[in-house]
């Protein structure tokens, strides 16, 4: 594998790191709006 090859490999598994941790912020988000909603809804 070239120097080129291993450095766009290093950057793309950097990116997808930084992807994933947006991945599970937003899957924490939705988590917390959800429950936040069900708390709020009237019982009936």
Request: net charge positive; hydrophobic share 40%.
């Amino acid at each position: 594998m070239g120097k080129s090859q291993l450095k766009e490999m290093k950057s793309l598994e950097k990116e997808n790191a930084r992807l994933k941790r947006i991945v599970a912020d937003l899957e924490l988000d939705k988590l917390i709006l959800k429950e936040t909603l069900d708390y709020l809804k009237p019982k009936a």
